[in-house]
DNA sequence: TTTTCATTTCGGAATCATTCCAGTTTGGGA
DNA sequence: TCCCAAACTGGAATGATTCCGAAATGAAAA
């Protein structure tokens, strides 16, 4: 499940978007960082060097596009910017309060914090677990 | 463990808080809109009704404090303004797609998205889990 | 009750990520 | 090669949140 630069722009192609050198270079970018769920200005900056003109207003109109395709995953948070992350398979992020940094622990057996500390040496101090989707209200109503 | 006015107002004063008519207000309207998980400016118009002199400046850095003091707990999300919830009781936060409503599912026996919608009619599209807390690099860091 | 001062509040400016917009460019099918 | 919907651009706009210096005020001590 790897996922690689070919694989995401065969992907492109497959969703009938265009291959631009700007997204060309975006891919890049998040294949290369993807251990560091680079962020909109990571992006930036590295897909910068590879294509000779690409605007941040494109780097965010292309991100969003691409999650939308399901191409990749936004990460969102508070006080930082969103990240990405090319790894759609199931797993939890745990995030250092202090560095910040964001590190993947593959789907638990067990979702212990106790747990998670043992085998990843990882401190849990908050958990945050929300589910997305879609209420008993929205369901009924049309559109 | 039902959170009252008056038990949130206690707190302040252990915690060496002074008690303020805006603080009052906003307590407030926390605890009254509690099931609504009431974002900052829901917090300034309520808090407003109650304290002839209120400021957003005043709410965001009452919040905070309070966050900070263990009173309520932030939920932290992208397009959205962040939410509070005086229920710090380990809860599933169930968070409409369409409406944009946040629903409490109380700990549940299993995270299995059908389970879930079995019980509580929510349908899940989207899970996020996420565990803050301190790296083990940061753990060995001093300070 | 008055005094005192650290805490709190105020409001307006600043910040920062993100989106919007209107005009220009371009990938890739015909 | 032509053509146009899709992409791209950069600058302005948005919106939540923080910052800041000055003014107001709980509440502890006198």
Redesign the pocket.
């Known amino acids: 499940m790897k996922k690689t630069k070919e694989n995401l722009i065969s992907q492109?192609?497959e969703?009938?978007?265009?291959?631009?050198?700007?997204?060309l270079a975006?891919v890049d970018a998040l294949v290369e960082n993807r251990y560091e769920h680079p962020?909109?200005?990571l992006i930036f900056n590295e897909a910068r060097k590879k294509?000779?003109?690409?605007?941040?207003?494109?780097?965010?109109?292309?991100?969003?596009?691409f999650c939308e395709n399901g191409l990749i995953r936004q990460l969102?948070?508070?006080?930082?910017?969103?990240r990405y992350d090319v790894d759609l398979s199931d797993h939890v992020n745990l995030i250092c309060n202090r560095c910040g940094k964001i590190f993947d622990y593959s789907i638990p057996a067990s979702l212990e914090p106790r747990d998670i500390a043992r085998k990843s040496g990882f401190v849990v101090t908050d958990t945050r677990l929300e589910f997305h989707g879609y209420c008993r209200d929205c369901l009924k109503r049309p559109d």
């Not at 294509?51 to 109109?61: E, F, G, N, Q």
């Not at 969102?76 to 969103?82: G, K, L, S, V, Y």
């Open positions: 492109l192609r969703k009938g978007l265009k291959v631009t050198p700007q997204r975006i962020g909109a200005t294509a000779k003109r690409v605007s941040l207003s494109t780097v965010y109109a292309t991100l969003k596009e969102e948070f508070d006080r930082m910017e969103n």
